[in-house]
């Protein structure tokens, strides 16, 4: 049995998603200064270390045009120990300088970069859920990777090559003036021609860069999402569809990169051209100015070596606004993850509150993208410290609410705040590492590390009696106990396997290190089977103890001893109440509940 080939895949024009935003050149700019804040000084410093490095260059060509002079003078040999002394001292002043530049621009870009991959991977992590899959996790994922390492390398190695090289030129072109005005005249013939390349470079290459970190930005949206997906796929036989898409945006990439390294070609075509134009004035101009006695041979000599020992800086230079303005665009697309929430230093600022504040979902409904409502006009409102119970059918939008109050995804409209202000707003960390509001979902992740590193996750300064005392609340103590060193002993990958069970228990010890003052829980004990559902079950209580909780319920018993309770279906709530009453009125919880009584007994 034969089947037909697939059909080849053809590359039609992309509908591009709706992606993260890119910064303005002013954002960017601001997001920057504010990086060197504190830094200042160290950056003057480097640039002064640059400066006097690139002034010893001179010297070689200095002395090199000594000695042709002295030479052709038929000089004594010992006009020579001047022009080697010179050397000598150039080229060990140069060793110390270069090295002080090396070190001072190290302490300055590394710092600085390491800030803006972690001001980058934090807003990444505060990006509303919605907004990640309307542009696809793709999006984000090369931003904060690919795009950081962009910025990181360029700000280690090009950054510095760039402003090294521009302190040489100038520094080159003073002792052209110095020999004499008319050979740094006669360098500068070759500007034109170098200004031009690079201005057509800029404008040519700057919308390809940036048209191409969004298109590796789908490519990576597309290759994670047939990843993800692979099981489906193959079992629906949808791959060729799937492959036609990853293949059509890998195509896309492809030929912006292309188009770019077609441009880098003929801007490097036309600096070579330029050069030609400079080494030929100069020449020129020595010959005459040599012959007419303005300037000797050494002189001479010396103008021809200044302009030669430009070609690798102005090169250096010019070919950097390749690097840099790949960097620009990279550090443009981080910058735009920011814009989603605020900056790290724009956080609510001080402790936990601890005061009385409602929980109020006012009016909310959602839809997931362009498609229809999913939740309509919700109503609720939570005193402080209450526990509310979610119950329904799968699809009657229990996780969808218990998200949007965790300010995991933000309404389609409505409102829902905690002492008047949107949680969404509330739901990044507070300086001190804490969180107000915090969503406990049933897939937990064990990291690689010990039980203590697990748990130090929620919180860095945690103490061992601090773990101890979390561990105890949920029931983990015997487990944790049994282990060959206790809360020290490594799991995981590499480690000792834990059961689900226990992993879920490690999760809602870290509610209790974070302390939010909100924790929304959406079945986060539902795998934990029929044999250990009690022992989860208290642990949660446990967790939720002394605040206000969330729960969506995987199991009736879980409503039990809420202080309220909802019945969700199709995205509305249908039935509200203490527990107690809802069982007594004889409406869907109630059936519910008898049903499920029956299944337990």
Known sequence: MTTAPAPAPTHQPLTPAPLLPVATARQTRARLRDALQGRWLMLWAVVAALGVDSALALAGPTAIGRITQAIADRGASGALVGPVLLLAGAATAGAMTGWCAAVLSARLVQPVAARLREDAVTAALA????????????????????????????????????????????????????????????????????AYALRWYLRTSQPLYAAGRTADGRRASALLGAFAALPTLRALRLGPGRYARVEATSAEAMTYELRATHAATRFYGLLNGAELVGLSAVLVSAYALVHAGPADVGAATTAALFFVGLFDPVNMMLGSFDSVQQAAAGLARIVGVTLHGPAPHERPQGPIDRQDKTLVVHDVHHRYGTGPDVLHGVQLELPAGQRLAIVGATGSGKSTLASLVAGLRLPSSGRITLGGTDTADLAAPTPDGRRRIMLVTQEHHLFPGTVADNLRLARRDASASDLDAALAAVDATGWIDALPDGADTPVGTGGVGLTPRQIQQLALARVLLLDPEVVVMDEATAEGGSDTAQALDRAALAAAEGRTAVVVAHRLSQAATADVVVVMDDGRVIERGHPDELRSAGGVYARLWAAWSRGTE
Do not use: K, M, Y
């Not at 795009?147 to 402003?163: C, H, K, T, Y």
């Open 127 to 194: 990006v509303p859920v919605d907004v990640v899959e309307a542009g696809g996790t793709g999006d984000l994922v090369s931003r904060v990777s690919g795009d950081v390492d962009r910025v990181s390398q360029v700000a280690s190695g090009a950054l510095g090559n760039f402003v090294a090289a521009a302190l040489t030129i100038a520094a080159t072109l003073v002792g052209l003036a110095a020999l004499d005005w008319r050979f740094a005249l006669a360098a500068l013939l070759a500007a034109p021609l170098q």
